[in-house]
């Protein structure tokens, strides 16, 4: 079982929205068996609460349910359980080197390094308009099918 841990700083918007896309690409390539999804937040200020109506309503558009999602802070227990603990973007990033221990260091990524795209960084779209949240679930669509590929072809080519 590979463990991949989405985060970002509220867990509300972006990480729920990469969790819930991801595990339905997962689930259209019959791999549930094999990947485990989850999502957490560098902060801890919406700790329990659902996922962002406006990012909600976006994924739903897409046809994504996130609404069994609740906002959780990134614990240390996720440094040793997870395999890969994937950043929206590189304050998250930091966030999260400051907080890893060592030995962990290597599972931390920038959830988009794994696509080729001009850009690096899920933007927040938090204090923005319905085009960030817009941009955010077609960025994590097209991160999450480059993530499935890089597992597929690292880590699941036997089966
Ligand atoms: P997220 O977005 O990190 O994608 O969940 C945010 C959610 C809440 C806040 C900032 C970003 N906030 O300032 O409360």
């Given at each position: 079982?590979?463990?991949?841990?989405?985060?970002?700083?509220?867990?509300?918007?972006?990480?729920?929205?990469?969790?819930?896309?991801?595990?339905?690409?997962?689930?259209?390539?019959?791999?549930?068996?094999?990947?485990?999804?989850?999502?957490?937040?560098?902060?801890?200020?919406?700790?329990?609460?659902?996922?962002?109506?406006?990012?909600?309503?976006?994924?739903?558009?897409?046809?994504?349910?996130?609404?069994?999602?609740?906002?959780?802070?990134?614990?240390?227990?996720?440094f040793?359980?997870?395999?890969?603990?994937?950043?929206?973007?590189?304050?998250?990033?930091?966030s999260?080197?400051?907080?890893?221990?060592?030995?962990?260091?290597?599972?931390?990524?920038?959830?988009?390094?794994?696509?080729d795209?001009?850009?690096?960084?899920?933007?927040?779209?938090?204090?923005?308009?319905?085009?960030?949240?817009?941009?955010?679930?077609?960025?994590v669509?097209?991160?999450?099918?480059?993530?499935?590929?890089?597992?597929?072809?690292?880590?699941?080519?036997?089966?």
């Amino acid at each position: 079982m590979i463990k991949v841990l989405f985060v970002c700083l509220g867990n509300i918007c972006r990480s729920p929205t990469a969790c819930g896309v991801f595990a339905s690409q997962v689930a259209a390539s019959e791999l549930s068996d094999r990947i485990r999804v989850d999502s957490a937040g560098t902060s801890g200020w919406h700790i329990g609460a659902s996922p962002d109506h406006r990012a909600m309503q976006h994924a739903a558009q897409y046809g994504y349910d996130l609404s069994f999602i609740r906002s959780r802070k990134i614990n240390e227990q996720d440094f040793i359980e997870q395999d890969l603990i994937l950043a929206m973007d590189d304050e998250n990033l930091r966030s999260l080197r400051q907080d890893c221990p060592p030995d962990y260091a290597d599972k931390l990524r920038l959830f988009l390094d794994f696509a080729d795209l001009p850009v690096s960084e899920v933007p927040d779209p938090y204090y923005g308009d319905d085009e960030g949240f817009a941009r955010v679930l077609n960025l994590v669509e097209l991160g999450g099918l480059a993530l499935l590929n890089h597992l597929k072809s690292n880590y699941l080519q036997d089966s």
